[in-house]
């Protein structure tokens, strides 16, 4: 049935016409202080939202064929165990591979032994910056057709560690090098952009879409200069987005990052698509009440999906005090699992076009984080920016008014800052340090840490277990 026929009977209400309904409601109260609130990326959401609100947005639809890879992290110290558990994963659901590269030493061979490189997407995240791995890695895949993806990213490492990898110059000179490397051999995605360091130090969104973008055009730049933009694949580059917890702006963060992105390659007169690997912030994590991750962790993951992510990886529930373990990851790895295959989340990717509310977030979202791009481009750019420590100051100046609502708890963290459970004991539980590491070491700028927002209140409950 025609959904316009359906309602025919009923008159078009206009947007002017429900605010006057909704004034009149409130009998005298003011309609802005009473129903609008200001978010932390200065966004006013309205208590309602109209097809108005959509007038001449210009929306990034995702393709018809679009679909997401349940992936699975894995830490490379030994290849024949990582190859191991890779082959295992896989055969229990995850579809994808993302590689945590330690060591410059590897073999190939023995690491993908047995994975069908030209069905599954691999993801490598290397811990240093070398082209000789990436050499053996081009000249072991050879010209079979395969979906390998250089989360090559020495700035985020950089902004991370406050050093250089080895020095500047060396650093680019490294990256030019595997540049040229897989623009002799293939089409193969080199950057990753790491949004996650952003989210999980306290950014805005806003914050992390601009800090993203900028970042990225420091790597096109270079790229321009060394005329490797004519790299052949699609897409260029990978963005490593952290989701959080406020679902719906989530979703609209990814849909502004795809329009972003495709507003800056334009400039650089490429074609290319936004690739985003997305997982749980780690920002909102507890270890106190812990099983409340899995539901964190759940609506992250599906504002992930309905925002357009590539890959989706999952954390564990007990990351931050609990060793590796099978139990854990399963969990993790289910979770995913079951939005796919039984809440249907593989059907349901285009949900939210369209959709009043969230495109009006996408756009503002958009507008505000282009705003901030050109004001960090017309400063020197996003490295200048990071040497320079504003950066830094923006990022701990956003992280505090955070920090400042979850310690009066206006943003709740279930079983944490509300609701707690006095019987809950985690000291006898910790394997691992689930803190805010603080090392003396010399660093060039100052780094941008990551830090949960329940670490100050955690640490008084474990002094005050008996």
Same mark, same amino acid.
């Given at each position: 049935?025609? $959904?316009?026929?359906? @309602?025919?009977?009923?008159?078009?209400?206009?947007?002017?016409?429900?605010?006057?309904?909704?004034?009149?409601?409130?009998?005298?109260?003011?309609?802005?202080?009473?129903?609008?609130?200001?978010?932390?990326?200065?966004?006013?959401?309205?208590?309602?939202?109209?097809?108005?609100?959509?007038?001449?947005?210009?929306?990034?639809? /995702?393709?018809?064929?679009?679909?997401?890879?349940?992936?699975?992290?894995?830490?490379?110290?030994?290849e024949v165990s990582a190859n191991k558990k890779a082959l295992?994963?896989?055969?229990? =659901?995850?579809?994808?591979?993302?590689?945590?590269?330690?060591?410059?030493?590897?073999?190939?061979?023995?690491?993908?032994?047995?994975?069908?490189?030209?069905?599954?997407?691999?993801?490598?995240?290397?811990? @240093?910056?070398?082209?000789?791995?990436?050499?053996?890695?081009?000249?072991?895949?050879?010209?079979?057709?395969?979906?390998?993806?250089?989360?090559?990213?020495?700035?985020?490492?950089?902004?991370?560690?406050?050093?250089?990898?080895?020095?500047?110059?060396?650093?680019?000179?490294?990256?030019?090098?595997?540049? !040229?490397?897989?623009?002799?051999?293939?089409?193969?995605?080199?950057? =990753?952009?790491?949004?996650?360091?952003?989210?999980?130090?306290?950014?805005?969104?806003?914050?992390?879409?601009?800090?993203?973008?900028?970042?990225?055009?420091?790597?096109?730049?270079?790229?321009?200069?060394?005329?490797?933009?004519?790299?052949?694949?699609?897409?260029?580059?990978?963005?490593?987005?952290?989701?959080?917890?406020?679902?719906?702006?989530?979703?609209?963060? /990814?849909?502004?990052?795809?329009?972003?992105?495709?507003?800056?390659?334009?400039?650089?007169?490429?074609?290319?698509?936004?690739?985003?690997?997305?997982?749980?912030?780690?920002?909102n994590k507890t270890i106190y009440d812990y099983n409340v991750?899995?539901?964190?962790?759940?609506?992250?993951?599906?504002?992930?999906?309905?925002?357009?992510?590539?890959?989706?990886?999952?954390?564990?529930?007990?990351?931050?005090?609990?060793?590796?373990?099978?139990?854990?990851?399963?969990?993790?790895?289910?979770?995913?699992?079951?939005?796919?295959?039984?809440?249907?989340?593989?059907?349901?990717?285009?949900?939210?076009?369209?959709?009043?509310?969230?495109?009006?977030? !996408?756009?503002?979202?958009?507008?505000?984080? /282009?705003?901030?791009?050109?004001?960090?481009?017309?400063?020197? =750019?996003?490295?200048?920016?990071?040497?320079?420590?504003? $950066?830094?100051?923006?990022?701990?100046?956003?992280?505090?008014?955070?920090?400042?609502?979850?310690d009066t708890a206006e943003l709740v963290l279930v079983g944490?800052?509300?609701?707690?459970?006095?019987?809950?004991?985690?000291?006898?539980?910790?394997?691992?340090?689930?803190?805010?590491?603080?090392?003396?070491?010399?660093?060039?700028?100052?780094?941008?840490?990551?830090?949960?927002?329940?670490?100050?209140?955690?640490?008084?409950?474990?002094?005050?277990?008996?």
């Amino acid at each position: 049935m025609d $959904i316009k026929s359906l @309602f025919s009977e009923f008159p078009e209400v206009s947007a002017k016409q429900w605010k006057q309904k909704i004034q009149f409601d409130l009998k005298g109260a003011d309609y802005n202080e009473t129903l609008l609130w200001e978010t932390l990326e200065g966004i006013h959401i309205k208590p309602f939202y109209h097809a108005e609100d959509l007038e001449a947005i210009p929306t990034f639809p /995702l393709p018809p064929n679009h679909s997401w890879q349940i992936g699975q992290s894995i830490y490379v110290a030994n290849e024949v165990s990582a190859n191991k558990k890779a082959l295992d994963v896989l055969s229990r =659901g995850a579809t994808s591979l993302l590689f945590v590269v330690a060591k410059t030493k590897i073999s190939w061979k023995s690491l993908f032994k047995g994975i069908a490189l030209s069905s599954t997407p691999i993801y490598l995240k290397f811990e @240093f910056l070398d082209p000789i791995p990436v050499t053996n890695l081009m000249n072991y895949v050879g010209t079979e057709p395969c979906g390998i993806f250089l989360n090559i990213d020495f700035i985020g490492h950089l902004a991370a560690t406050g050093n250089w990898y080895h020095h500047k110059d060396k650093d680019y000179q490294y990256w030019n090098e595997i540049l !040229t490397i897989c623009q002799k051999n293939r089409g193969i995605s080199v950057s =990753g952009i790491g949004i996650s360091l952003y989210q999980n130090s306290g950014a805005t969104i806003v914050q992390q879409l601009a800090y993203a973008l900028a970042q990225a055009n420091e790597y096109l730049n270079s790229m321009a200069e060394q005329g490797a933009v004519e790299i052949k694949a699609n897409p260029l580059m990978v963005f490593n987005v952290a989701i959080g917890s406020n679902y719906f702006f989530e979703i609209a963060k /990814l849909k502004a990052l795809r329009w972003l992105w495709r507003s800056l390659v334009v400039e650089y007169g490429i074609d290319s698509d936004c690739h985003i690997v997305a997982h749980p912030t780690k920002r909102n994590k507890t270890i106190y009440d812990y099983n409340v991750n899995m539901l964190r962790t759940t609506s992250e993951c599906m504002a992930a999906v309905l925002g357009g992510a590539n890959m989706v990886h999952n954390i564990p529930y007990d990351s931050l005090y609990h060793k590796d373990n099978e139990f854990g990851e399963r969990i993790s790895r289910n979770q995913l699992l079951l939005l796919k295959e039984e809440s249907y989340f593989n059907e349901a990717l285009h949900a939210a076009e369209g959709t009043y509310y969230i495109e009006a977030l !996408t756009k503002q979202l958009a507008e505000k984080a /282009l705003e901030l791009f050109k004001q960090i481009e017309a400063s020197g =750019g996003f490295l200048k920016q990071l040497e320079q420590g504003t $950066i830094q100051k923006k990022i701990k100046e956003s992280a505090a008014k955070e920090q400042g609502k979850f310690d009066t708890a206006e943003l709740v963290l279930v079983g944490t800052n509300a609701y707690q459970n006095p019987q809950d004991k985690m000291k006898a539980d910790l394997e691992l340090y689930p803190f805010l590491k603080r090392e003396k070491r010399k660093t060039g700028i100052a780094p941008i840490l990551e830090k949960r927002l329940a670490e100050t209140l955690e640490q008084k409950r474990l002094q005050d277990e008996h």
